[in-house]
């Protein structure tokens, strides 16, 4: 991890890891040379059968509802429910619990995107236990299993420039050169790793509705990334993504993940993925501290939000003012240049 070479060649940055033995490299030619050629040639057959054998399989978005809601209801019962205790149900008694667990007639009906709606559809116990659930991070684990875009193509040799999945890449990225005229440190690409991972953990942990949830989202992978945080600088990338564990214990911040490993393998995607996926990221990144700005500072903030998303505030305790948005907002624009140096999508403003 502490070295960025190709692993064939030896001479270039790796852009690329082979989905199958795992070894980095920086280009196609590589990646077909003779001492991997036997990997290569497994990889091109798995992929026509993955191909051939490809199917659509939509998901049911309110059955998924149906089943998170369902799943809540149950453990709350099972909390509650003392089975050395005299259990004494009269007829009254048990019509109400049998409304209240209804969940699927009193969701009958209403568009399932809209969360407000949900909310007011739900019991006092329901939305007492879903911010009890929010708060000590095991909303995670009754979330359906969620594939982050950047795992989409993770099997694929040729990574698409785009797809539908993949969030759109900033225009008009300025030149570095413009913006800072010394040559980059050896921190900043690493302080890159810590602020990647921290991303990758917060599209994980919100189940890809970062964005919906944009002001806990930023103030949750601030809280992760030390190098927005508090300005820490990495000796190197491993430092960079192991300090987001140690973050996360030091101030009791939930992870999307039990294992840590996934965290890192995450962030190696990402960085494997080459310079659009890297863009992509840090393009997501922007977006949504953008959004939360305009939310928590915008005209509108205070009128917009709805009972459903309060009921998310004060979970992740970062002091977050509009100038330290702005200034984070900036660091984030610098990463992008950095990062889009010596490319194409780099152009003078």
Known sequence: ????????????????????????????TCYKSPEHLKCSEEFYKKCVEDEISATSNPTDDVKK???????????????????????????????????????????????????????????????????????????????????????????????????????AICENIPLFSTIYSKEPPACI??????????YACTVKFFNGEHQTNSWEATKYLVGLSANLKTNVNFDDAEQAVVAIEMQALEDNIPLPCEQFAEIEKDTRQIIA???????????????????????????????????????FDGHFEIDLSKSNLNLIIKKIEFFLSFVAR????????
């Open 1 to 28: 991890m502490s070295s960025s070479l190709c692993k064939i060649c030896n001479k270039n940055d790796f852009k690329y890891s082979c989905p199958k033995c795992n070894i980095l490299y920086c280009s196609l």
């Open 65 to 167: 509802m149906y089943d998170i809601l369902n799943r809540l209801n149950h453990q709350f019962e099972e909390d509650e429910f003392d089975l050395d205790a005299p259990q004494e149900l009269d007829s009254d008694d048990d019509n109400d619990n049998e409304d209240e667990n209804d969940i699927a007639n009193r969701l009958e009906g209403i568009d399932i995107n809209d969360s407000e709606e949900i909310w007011k559809r739900l019991t006092d116990v329901e939305k007492k236990d879903f911010q009890l659930q929010i708060e000590n991070g095991e909303i995670a684990k009754l979330l359906p299993k969620y594939s982050p875009w950047w795992s989409i193509y993770s099997n694929k040799l040729v990574v698409p420039i785009s797809n539908n999945s993949t969030p």
């Open 189 to 198: 690409h690493n302080n890159l790793w810590n602020i990647l991972a921290a």
């Open 273 to 311: 993925g080459g310079l659009d996926f890297k863009l992509a990221a840090l393009s997501d990144t922007l977006n949504l501290f953008k959004i939360a700005k305009d939310q928590q500072f915008g005209k509108k903030s205070k009128q917009t939000q709805s009972e459903f998303n309060k009921s």
């Open 342 to 349: 010596d490319s194409h999508r780099n152009t003078v403003l």
